[in-house]
């Protein structure tokens, strides 16, 4: 009986998570399902089935240029990320193989400027970039994203560090390690996985940043963030090709998440669960 | 060679002093244990030696070469952490391999050296796997691979069992105190344990708040601790120690009497005791009695005696066996 109840159980948790999957990806799946519609077809209601038209996506690309968007996207990513692993891997290092009294209280004031709503700084930095010429600038762009995710950078790479029994080091340098051989044989192998979760998230975190990235740019320096909202602009509501940017905005993050899942979860769920 | 001489050697951190300032020599081939409450400064001392502490005064000698500035590698001594301290990421093969490597072994002295000693802690079925697939007992057997492959001047050993559940403690105890009969090379050992410093020493070095409470064999210890602190903690079940008038009886301030050196009777003694927990381990038996106008006392006896709960019972100490202190808490000549 014990186990016809658990079998029904199961049944049930699986149901209900598929139907919390899918409430959760409809909109998402919609956005695609758009896409192959033809405007007329998107503005006419509620329907599942496209008629299959690619004609959104050619008027886009003819319209607006994805590739450049893209570009600036996968620059702005990337290159705020690595920024902010150069930043935050001495500094996570530091904090949790040399904590001071005030370390974690840092880390707390590092954490509480992500509490404050981005709009408070809007006018300070926007008047900074203005008069230092950085407006609509990738480099610009890219340091702004670098400085808004680098708390939570710093706190997912120091809560990895503090995993690495600090007896680990003790031991490799009892075997004859130097620093540099310790770097290379014991630390950065251990580290790996954590720096890896900790660049994939952030490279999400800066593809869908929207507020900076729409607020600081016009055209040479905008993302696909800007790109999609380009399409809800004076000319009016166009359905389907806003469903064709958005899906072409979020494609490739969904395909590079896919791929690099196990890698993701692991890196949200550390120090969680063992 | 594994000559260690401290000289005076200090440690604090901040205004907290650990070690006010010890001397100690530890003789070549030497199985020497420090052992102490938690917090006596112990380990500290044992990673002042390695050179995972940098001392706040004092000199440490090793071999006679002065190495207290000196980094831990530069000092050829090896290390058993209480967590083992294998990386996670190596083959138990690599892990044993590092040190050589480090050293610039060749690749053939390596696979020599570590077959060699995976045979001796046998570990060779086990060469292949990772840290994370083995016991507990075999991680402590591959840290100690680590460390004899290097063939250090001495092994520093810092409470390496403690990690183990009481059947395996009791077997890895033996296979060091075997292992240094083989090597024949300086040891220093850290516990909390009294059994493992009794069990496994050359020599006993109880410390107690940053200091050197007495230094001796296991016997010596034993047999005339020199103040109330040894007496009360060297020793299983630990001495009973008495104050008050059957103290003054002896001129003492305090006396000490071992659970074993007691003579029990049921018709008459020199203290009545009624019997409160009786701990029946087969060879032995252990009362709990409450003495009157003495106190609480532990007595060791035959494992064959037939006593409960509530009985009466007559204890007289061993004179010869007995230990009187002085208000100073040190012991008086006898």
Redesign the interface.
Known sequence: MARAVTTQHKTIATVAAWIVALLIFFPILYTIITSFKSEQEAIQGFALIPSGTFESYTEVQAQSGYFKFFFNSVLLSVGSTVLALLVAIPAAWSMAFSPTKRTKDILMWMLSTKMMPAVAVLFPIYLIFRDTGLLDSRIGLMVMLMLINLPIVVWMLYTYFREI?G??L?????????LW?EII??LT??AVPGIASTMLLNIILAWNEAFWTIRLTTTEAAPLTAFISSFSSPQGLFWAKLSAASTLAIAPILIMGWFSQKQLVRGLTFGAVK | MGNITLKNVSKSFGSTVIIPGIDLVIENGEFVVFVGPSGCGKSTLLRLI?G?EDTSGGTINIDGRDVTGE???KRK???V???Y?????MTVAKNIA??LK??GEDQATIDRKVKDAARVLNLTNYLERRPGQLSGGQRQRVAIG?AIV?QPSAFLFDEPLSNLDAALRGTMRLEISELHHQLKTTMIYVTHDQVEAMTMADKIVVLNAGNIEQVGSPMELYKTPRNLFVAGFIGSPKMNLVEGAPAAKYSAKTIGIRPEHMQISTTAGEWKATVGVAEHLGSDTFLHVQADGVGPLTVRADGELAVHHGDTIYLTPDKAKLHRFGPDGKAMAT
């Open positions: 029994p007896e680990i003790e031991a490799a340098r009892m075997d004859g390690a130097s051989n044989y014991v192998p251990m | 390695a995972l980094a831990p590698a001594l090896a290390m952490f209480q967590s301290a294998l990386y996670p990421h590092f040190p480090m050293a680590r290097r």
